[in-house]
């Protein structure tokens, strides 16, 4: 498939690089230029990356010479035209919400396999893949010195049935590896430890070196994008067919050049300039576009900062965020402990290959521009509810108090007889003396990749715990206090600096190592505050050093969501509430009775270069890292069993074959027309799949509980959705079923509901798909802009597919969320500019008719044609967003997998 003999070459760009007495073979960009690729030399060094993939993988099929040379074509046009290629990463990274479906998958495709009198050892995964458990640890219990030892514990009670399952894939499966429990964040594990920067691989008896590249099932797999790493998020069933061998199938993208000028001031840190990024790139409209950092401000940060930007891609709506390389990432790769041949091979390759940065050198050729000077960066969070709203700290409090009644209309009590309480009204809280507020911060947590994989803003957080304690400070009682890191090379330099012990003596001891609270695994609160905050009606907020806040995500009960650096996180907890402007008003009172003031505990940023330099050392990332996939004895201690094929239970709540594969033969049936289609949803803007697909609580009255309990679960053993995500009877019910997801079809009321027509009785989304699949009436979904942003789900496309809906129709969609849904079989379709279900007056109990999928061809101009209850007929012009031939071939195949599996098989 790639780099042998046959190599067509066109432009002779095959050479061989010796580095300390070892040769490489590798594609050189500059013989490449020489041989008819004139001006490749001034692509953006993330085009370089691209380039260089194309050239390396050219076969005449799937890789042609035009496809090359469109990469140059590029700088005419500056990225405008949009060429299809086959792109085709080095690798594949999984965490085990996404993963674990992926592995459910895989298991199924080698029973189909069997099915259809093929060898089920066939299927393997073809490239490297790294799966890292991180997303299941949820904060039970914290604030005290054994949380993370019995939240472990819990996890492994809860998730006994998922890490079975992925044991036996660790060992069922060839270029599979699985990082345990409790090791830490995918992405700060790549960073650290996964990560190269170039890559290499033996074939046919030669050692070829090339850039390290990526998919990852996790939407911020873009943070090592600031280790000069081309990688992005995709949807498990993309990163699928990649680790099964298929390119990812994409345009070249324009590419946004973001300048950086001067450093960043006193008092701030790479989380300010992060969500102040992230505002200034949302503003710009970058949504499936690569953004690459360029100007002289890269030599003033770290490469810990650049990978905090690089991380926030999905925020800032970009495919990536990207840095070049250079000698702060030979540095930072030495720091880490990488291997040191291996750091000379990145440094010989990237000068060879003109992508190593340097200062003063010219520019790159960029689709367009924006510049941000680092010192006008200011102190600032995100909130309350989407991470691009980047409030100043200044601002805060006023701007909540003026978001307040917007966020408390979109209550369920909204206009009941709570209405916004009196501000400073304390409620009572059974038990205790403190009582409960509106705009109390009942949540701060220290979490998440984008802050907690730079040491920078963690030794802040413990130098401010620690000048607070020196005060007499303490966090507020009703704040829920957590850490947790990204890796246990965190957890390894603030032992070594001493500031744990501070952190811990402001409640902030660790609960383990994973995601936790940014992505809904918060853990419930104490019961009593959970009840006030509901008796009341009350608005809670948190306060989390996270990358998402989005509605209904980070815990039930609270309603207000803020993003913030570490060091501000420890500060609202101190503060206890939204409303204390914690640049004017004191934190609180000191053991001495004095006023304490933000500015008497922030440290400086020479204060904290000095413990960072002291105690972030190659060492400690050489001893955590020397054993990586072994686990702790809760992992080593799981039995395993089967074979080459996985012993289903039937029993099983966690893991179940899924139905994709059922009745399937060698030949795809013919696609057909939809026909008098009913509507299962009206949707507004920024429906994110995270309302599609939750992976939070799951109620115990809704669809996915009552099947929960008719298995025996009880609801405290639910779990989340994230968690059961290799079990399709909890996704499907799970579907469109967001705490906070709003249907039109049913205005004022929050949650999965819809209408069934023609016989117009309210009912759960899913019950209603189910009926309408026995009445043999297929569904399609209306919405309005970005449908489907945030976190990279397979679910929300596979749920969506699994509940009957055959199209969905918006004015536009998240880049991932629209190749999911053609890779599961559904269509997305756009309006065209101007039109929306609400001007076309859609109610729900219209019907929906589209010809012409027989014979689709790539983004055609089609027509859906609605018929009202009245009988009145519209006709709607509508855009096929099956936006290339890849895609159209997954489609006609009945989705991806079943057109991977049809090779495989064949």
Known sequence: MAQTQSHPDSFKSRKVLTVDGKDYTYFDLKAAEANGLAGASRLPFSMKVLLENLLRFEDGRTVKADDIRACVKWLEDKGAAGHEIAYRPARVLMQDFTGVPAVVDLAAMRDATANLGADPKKVNPLVPVDLVIDHSVMVDYFGQADSAKKNVDVEYDR???????LRWGSKAFENFRVVPPGTGICHQVNLEYLAQTVWTKEEDGETVAYPDTLVGTDSHTTMVNGLAVLGWGVGGIEAEAAMLGQPVSMLLPEVIGFR???????????????????????????VGKFVEFFGPGLSNLTLEDQATIANMAPE??????????????????????????RIALVEAYARAQGMFRE????DPVFTDTLELDLSTVVPSLAGPKRPQDRVALTDVAPEFRKALPEIKAGSKKAGGASGQSPEGTRFDVEGETHGIAEGDVVIAAITSCTNTSNPNVLVAAGLLARKAAAKGLKAKPWVKTSLAPGSQVVTEYLEKAGLQQDLDAMGFNLVG????????????????????????????????????NFEGRVNPDVRANYLASPPLVVAYAIAGSLFVDITKQPLGKGSDGQDVYLKDIWPTTQEIAEIVRKTVTRDLFESRYSDVFKGDNHWQGIAVSGGLTYQWDDRSTYVQNPPYFEGMTMEAKPVTDIEGARVLGLFLDSITTDHISPAGSIKANGPAGEYLVGYQVRPAD????????????????????NIRIK???????????????????????????????QEGVPLVIFAGKEYGTGSSRDWAAKGTVLLGVRAVIAQSFERIHRSNLVGMGVVPFVFEEGTSWQTLGLKG???????????????????????????????????????TLDELEYFRAGGILHYVLRRLAA
């Open 718 to 737: 639910f779990n989340s959705y994230g968690a059961r995500r290799g079990n399709h009877e909890v996704m499907m019910r799970g579907t469109f079923a």
């Open 845 to 883: 109990d219209e019907t929906v008719t589209i010809e012409g999928l027989t014979d689709v061809k790539p983004r055609q101009k089609m027509e859906a044609v609605i018929t009202r209850a009245d009988g009145e007929v519209v006709k709607v012009p509508l855009l096929c967003r099956i936006d």
């Open 359 to 362: 200062d003063g050198a010219a």
């Open 159 to 165: 998730n006994g049935e998922r890490y079975t399952f």
């Open 260 to 286: 950086l000028n001067g450093k960043l001031p006193e008092g701030t840190t790479a989380t300010d300039l992060v969500l102040t990024v992230t505002q200034m790139l949302r503003r710009k409209g970058v």
């Open 513 to 548: 190592y994973g995601c936790t609270t940014c992505i809904g695994n918060s853990g419930p609160l104490p019961e009593p505050i959970s009840e006030a905050i509901n008796r009341n009606d009350l608005v809670a907020c948190s306060v989390l050093s996270g990358n998402r």
């Open 316 to 341: 800032y709506g970009a495919t990536c965020g990207f840095f070049p390389i250079d000698k702060d990432t030979l540095n930072y790769l030495e720091a880490t402990g990488r291997d040191k041949h």
């Open 743 to 773: 249907n039109q079809m049913v205005p004022g009321i929050e949650g999965g509901i819809t209408k069934h027509f023609p016989s117009n009785e309210q009912m759960p989304i899913y019950d209603a798909a189910m009926r309408y699949k």
